[in-house]
Nanobody, 122 residues
Framework: QVQLVESGGGLVQAGGSLRLSCAAS????????MGWFRQAPGKGREFVAA????????NYADSVKGRFAISKDNAKSTVYLQMNSLKPEDTAVYYC???????????????WGQGTQVTVSS
Protein backbone atom coordinates (compact mmCIF):
# COMPACT_ATOMS: atom_id res chain seq x y z
CA GLN A 1 0.00 0.00 0.00
CA VAL A 2 1.33 3.42 -0.90
CA GLN A 3 0.74 6.47 1.28
CA LEU A 4 0.34 9.89 -0.33
CA VAL A 5 0.82 13.32 1.25
CA GLU A 6 -0.02 16.47 -0.71
CA SER A 7 1.36 19.94 -0.04
CA GLY A 8 1.58 23.32 -1.71
CA GLY A 9 -2.03 24.46 -1.65
CA GLY A 10 -3.05 27.92 -0.56
CA LEU A 11 -4.72 31.18 -1.50
CA VAL A 12 -3.70 32.92 -4.71
CA GLN A 13 -5.12 35.70 -6.85
CA ALA A 14 -6.54 34.99 -10.28
CA GLY A 15 -3.74 34.80 -12.83
CA GLY A 16 -1.26 33.55 -10.26
CA SER A 17 0.56 30.25 -9.93
CA LEU A 18 0.92 27.43 -7.42
CA ARG A 19 2.86 24.17 -7.44
CA LEU A 20 1.38 21.17 -5.68
CA SER A 21 3.54 18.30 -4.54
CA CYS A 22 2.59 14.76 -3.62
CA ALA A 23 5.10 12.64 -1.77
CA ALA A 24 4.60 8.89 -1.85
CA SER A 25 5.90 6.33 0.58
CA UNK A 26 5.54 2.62 1.01
CA UNK A 27 6.12 1.61 -2.58
CA UNK A 28 8.25 2.97 -5.37
CA UNK A 29 6.24 5.37 -7.49
CA UNK A 30 7.89 4.08 -10.64
CA UNK A 31 5.43 1.18 -10.29
CA UNK A 32 2.44 3.52 -10.49
CA UNK A 33 0.81 5.95 -12.80
CA MET A 34 0.05 9.07 -10.76
CA GLY A 35 -2.58 11.71 -11.09
CA TRP A 36 -4.40 14.70 -9.67
CA PHE A 37 -8.11 15.11 -9.13
CA ARG A 38 -10.09 17.95 -7.60
CA GLN A 39 -13.39 18.51 -5.86
CA ALA A 40 -15.07 21.88 -5.66
CA PRO A 41 -17.74 22.63 -3.02
CA GLY A 42 -21.01 20.92 -3.91
CA LYS A 43 -19.51 19.08 -6.86
CA GLY A 44 -18.15 15.62 -7.55
CA ARG A 45 -14.48 14.74 -7.76
CA GLU A 46 -13.10 15.30 -11.24
CA PHE A 47 -9.98 14.27 -13.12
CA VAL A 48 -7.33 16.97 -13.61
CA ALA A 49 -4.15 15.33 -14.90
CA ALA A 50 -2.28 12.04 -15.00
CA UNK A 51 1.21 10.83 -15.84
CA UNK A 52 2.33 7.34 -16.82
CA UNK A 53 4.62 5.10 -14.77
CA UNK A 54 7.66 6.11 -16.77
CA UNK A 55 6.65 9.75 -16.88
CA UNK A 56 6.73 9.70 -20.66
CA UNK A 57 3.01 10.24 -21.23
CA UNK A 58 0.64 12.81 -19.75
CA ASN A 59 -3.05 13.58 -20.03
CA TYR A 60 -5.09 16.61 -18.95
CA ALA A 61 -8.67 17.64 -18.52
CA ASP A 62 -9.72 20.12 -21.19
CA SER A 63 -10.36 22.76 -18.53
CA VAL A 64 -6.68 22.87 -17.51
CA LYS A 65 -4.86 22.13 -20.78
CA GLY A 66 -2.21 24.70 -21.51
CA ARG A 67 -2.27 26.03 -17.92
CA PHE A 68 -1.35 23.03 -15.75
CA ALA A 69 1.61 20.68 -16.05
CA ILE A 70 2.10 17.36 -14.27
CA SER A 71 5.55 15.92 -13.71
CA LYS A 72 7.05 13.04 -11.78
CA ASP A 73 10.36 12.47 -10.06
CA ASN A 74 10.68 8.74 -9.48
CA ALA A 75 13.93 9.19 -7.55
CA LYS A 76 12.15 11.46 -5.05
CA SER A 77 8.89 9.48 -5.14
CA THR A 78 7.08 12.73 -5.81
CA VAL A 79 4.60 14.00 -8.37
CA TYR A 80 4.04 17.68 -9.03
CA LEU A 81 1.25 19.79 -10.48
CA GLN A 82 2.36 23.19 -11.71
CA MET A 83 -0.69 25.41 -12.00
CA ASN A 84 -0.41 28.66 -13.94
CA SER A 85 -2.95 31.30 -14.98
CA LEU A 86 -5.22 30.19 -12.17
CA LYS A 87 -8.92 31.05 -12.34
CA PRO A 88 -11.53 31.28 -9.57
CA GLU A 89 -13.15 28.15 -11.01
CA ASP A 90 -9.97 26.22 -10.18
CA THR A 91 -10.86 26.60 -6.50
CA ALA A 92 -11.15 23.10 -5.03
CA VAL A 93 -9.55 20.50 -2.83
CA TYR A 94 -6.88 18.81 -4.92
CA TYR A 95 -6.19 15.12 -4.39
CA CYS A 96 -3.21 13.07 -5.45
CA UNK A 97 -3.85 9.48 -6.56
CA UNK A 98 -1.99 6.42 -7.80
CA UNK A 99 -2.97 3.69 -10.21
CA UNK A 100 -1.13 0.40 -10.41
CA UNK A 101 -2.69 -0.85 -13.63
CA UNK A 102 -3.50 2.47 -15.30
CA UNK A 103 -1.63 4.95 -17.40
CA UNK A 104 -2.12 8.55 -18.40
CA UNK A 105 -5.34 7.83 -20.32
CA UNK A 106 -6.89 5.18 -18.08
CA UNK A 107 -6.70 5.70 -14.34
CA UNK A 108 -8.47 3.34 -11.95
CA UNK A 109 -7.46 4.72 -8.56
CA UNK A 110 -5.82 2.50 -5.98
CA UNK A 111 -4.98 5.09 -3.32
CA TRP A 112 -5.85 8.70 -2.52
CA GLY A 113 -4.04 11.40 -0.61
CA GLN A 114 -5.81 13.49 2.01
CA GLY A 115 -6.15 16.54 -0.23
CA THR A 116 -4.88 20.11 -0.22
CA GLN A 117 -7.04 23.23 -0.56
CA VAL A 118 -6.48 25.61 -3.45
CA THR A 119 -8.42 28.87 -3.37
CA VAL A 120 -8.24 31.37 -6.24
CA SER A 121 -9.63 34.83 -5.52
CA SER A 122 -10.99 37.08 -8.26
Amino acid sequence: QVQLVESGGGLVQAGGSLRLSCAASGRTVSSYAMGWFRQAPGKGREFVAAISKSGGSTNYADSVKGRFAISKDNAKSTVYLQMNSLKPEDTAVYYCAVSKVGGSNYFPVDSWGQGTQVTVSS
